[in-house]
């Protein structure tokens, strides 16, 4: 059974900084690439970050690159994301989902390559 349960969010003031944790099971997890996507309140989802099986590879959109850092921990079937210099902008429900495959792409951005997805943890930037 393939479970991926996110935790770290919570309330945060702006310029603030969180590590977002998925810990999975239920699958090889070295073997396959990972990401975080979030959800705005009112808004569709946004892919957040992706990195690699092997986590030498990652990618960001405009919207976090030098904000939001992807990695993972093949040996403790963990992947994380460092969210620092927050925005309220940035207050959303966070997921971390897994790709069909191993390594990441441009159209890795595709939601319809994702066949797992955690439920959610809430993550709220304000003064």
């Known amino acids: 059974q393939v479970q991926l349960v996110e935790s770290g969010g919570g309330l945060v003031q702006p310029g603030g900084s969180l590590r977002l944790s998925c810990v999975v099971s239920?699958?090889?997890?070295?073997?396959?690439?990972m990401s975080w996507v979030r959800q705005a309140p009112g808004k569709g989802l946004e892919w957040v970050s992706s990195i690699n099986s092997g986590g030498g590879t990652t990618t960001y959109p405009n919207s976090v690159k030098g904000r939001f850092t992807i990695s993972r921990d093949n040996a403790k079937n963990t992947l994380y994301l460092q969210v620092n210099s927050l925005k309220p902008e940035d207050t959303a429900v966070y997921y971390c989902a897994k790709v069909k495959s191993s390594e990441i792409t441009i159209a890795t951005m595709d939601f319809h390559l994702y066949d797992y997805w955690g439920q959610g943890t809430q993550v709220t930037v304000s003064s």
């Open positions: 239920g699958f090889t997890f070295s073997l396959y690439a």
